[in-house]
């Protein structure tokens, strides 16, 4: 059995005790699905497995994805953080088109990992299914899904190394891959219950993330894909649907012949909205889509299944819930340590995904999409304050503002009536987005940090006030340099600790010279 209860940590004088577990996680990551594609979320496809996890344990109304398109939803989950600030910002594709959307080619390793904090704490870590975190057409040097904390993978073509059985063409799919593009989320079920099987004596942490219900529809005549001009039709979608829903159903049994059905916990939610919305019968009439900010976006079915641990059959319609949430919540649930390098945006919401009452959020939600697409079709930036969410441009244009409480639908914008609220949404909303787009995008590039490591410890990085060195060198010069190179501070000889209380939040370039030799070391002020 997997599940294991640590010993009670005493806090304090306060002497209170409280116990934190161990389950196996399981995050089912499915690509593209829409709020209603699920009975279970006013949908009418049929998926009574996946309603079923919502029967047996908890679903919620207003869960957002961290992007309303993949790889930066993928990094927002991936590292609690809005993944503009690490400079993706939209779907990772070649380099030319990586530059123009001004995103890097990969997530920095670097970035606080989910399945790095588990691992660190004991847990076996997979990925199975769709990466796109870096990898794929003509980027060749994204780092392998070990960095990021995983044990094992099995990944699809917009990754760094993938499976061969998925990826026979230089192509995400092909009609001659060993295994057909309908079986595919059969493959990683496989996967994920092989692992589980094989790692019996550790609890488990898994990304199972299919790439359905993505378009092609592909689905099998007699052995062969269907025609091209089927594979985007609603017909077409129900049956890939319906395969993704028997494959939950089978993945469940699984967890039961293991007999680690009570000791795992089941997330089930969506990297972004749908495309097709079919008239909205995916989005369960919300406004928008794949690819925008509005609602059909970025809300997402959220299911938490944990039998025994969860009780069964709730709703809760009340607490809003982010993808930055899940690094901190699963880091509180397993007392995991949250990443410290980087400051994470989530709140712990573990109390409520067990069921618990209801938690105001401490903070407003952000999002940021699509600033230079050219035929975008909402704001860029978006926010969530309480009820009221607002959308606007970085340059103050089409702010539109809704009550969320009674327009989800997005259809009447109250800006001009309430000028009280957009008086201070809309420059939160933009001066967020000024200071969180790519705010740490820029650490990996033109510095050779290794070479610098190898001689100088620094701590902490990111600095707020102090910044310290640690060396075994007995002779170097220390300055600071801004990023185009002009010196901001001379820090002496052999300093081993630099005041940066009056500097300004950024990046700048540690300099160190040592025997004729200067390194160089990218380093954030908070
Ligand atoms: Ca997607």
């Not at 993938?162 to 593009?181: C, L, Q």
């Not at 993945?251 to 749908?274: A, E, H, R, Y």
């Not at 069964?312 to 699963?330: G, K, R």
């Not at 978006?382 to 969320?404: H, Q």
Request: glycine share 8%; charged share 20%; net charge neutral.
């Amino acid at each position: 059995m997997n599940k294991r209860l640590l010993l009670p940590l005493l806090a304090g004088a306060g002497l209170t005790a409280f116990a934190t577990e161990k389950p196996n996680i399981i995050i089912i990551y499915v690509d593209d699905m829409g709020y209603s594609d699920l009975n279970s979320f006013g949908g009418n496809y049929g998926t009574p497995n996946i309603d079923n996890l919502a029967t047996e344990g908890i679903r919620f109304s207003q869960y957002y994805s961290a992007c309303p398109i993949s790889s930066p939803s993928r990094t927002g989950i991936t590292t609690g953080m809005y993944p503009t600030r690490w400079g993706i910002t939209t779907f990772l594709q070649a380099k030319a088109g990586n530059a123009a959307a001004e995103q890097n080619d990969f997530l920095d390793n670097r970035a606080p990992s989910l399945a790095r904090a588990l691992k660190e704490n004991g847990y076996a870590t997979g990925h199975f299914g769709k990466w796109h975190m870096g990898g794929g057409r003509d980027v060749y040097d994204a780092p392998s899904i070990n960095l990021y904390g995983f044990d094992e993978y099995v990944s699809t073509w917009e990754s760094p190394d993938p499976d061969e059985d998925i990826t026979a063409t230089n192509w995400i799919w092909s009609d001659v891959d060993n295994v057909k593009r309908w079986n595919r989320t059969s493959y990683f079920v496989d996967k994920t219950l092989d692992f589980l099987s094989r790692n019996r004596n550790k609890p488990c942490y898994i990304n199972l993330w299919p790439d359905d219900v993505h378009t092609p529809f592909v689905v099998n005549t007699n052995g062969s894909s269907n025609p091209t001009s089927e594979r985007e039709t609603e017909a077409s979608f129900t049956i890939v649907l319906n395969e993704l829903d028997k494959q939950v159903g089978r993945l469940i049994q699984g967890l039961k012949d293991l007999g680690i059905d009570s000791t795992t916990m089941v997330i089930f939610t969506s990297d972004n909205g749908p495309n097709p919305r079919y008239s909205g019968r995916r989005t369960a009439n919300m406004r928008g889509q794949k690819s925008q900010l509005y609602e059909g976006g970025i809300r997402m079915p959220f299911i938490v299944r944990w039998p025994g641990r969860i009780p069964a059959n709730q709703l809760n319609s009340q607490t809003l819930l982010h993808a930055v949430d899940i690094l901190p919540t699963l880091c509180a649930l397993t007392g995991t340590v949250v990443p410290t390098n980087f400051p994470t945006d989530g709140q712990d919401m573990s109390s409520v995904i067990l069921g618990g009452p209801h938690i105001e959020r401490t903070k407003p939600l952000f999002w940021e999409f699509g600033k230079n697409n050219s035929n975008r079709k909402s704001p860029h930036i978006a926010v969530r304050d309480g009820d009221w969410k607002l959308l606007v441009n970085a340059n103050g244009s089409n702010t539109e503002l809704y009550n969320m409480k009674t327009d989800w639908l997005e259809v009447n914008n109250v800006a001009a009536s309430n000028p009280a609220v957009v008086n201070v949404l809309k420059p939160m909303a933009i001066s967020w987005f000024n200071t969180a787009f790519r705010q740490y995008a820029d650490l990996g590039t033109g510095v050779d940090n290794t070479v610098f490591d190898e001689q100088f410890r620094l701590f902490p990085n990111p600095v707020t006030d102090f910044l310290q060195i640690q060396t075994n060198n007995e002779n170097y010069q220390v300055e600071l340099l801004s990023m185009d190179g002009k010196r901001q501070l001379s820090a002496g000889r052999n300093v081993n600790k630099i005041d940066l209380s009056s500097f300004s939040k950024g990046v700048y370039l540690l300099k160190v010279e040592s025997n004729g030799i200067s390194y160089y070391k990218k380093i954030v002020k908070e």
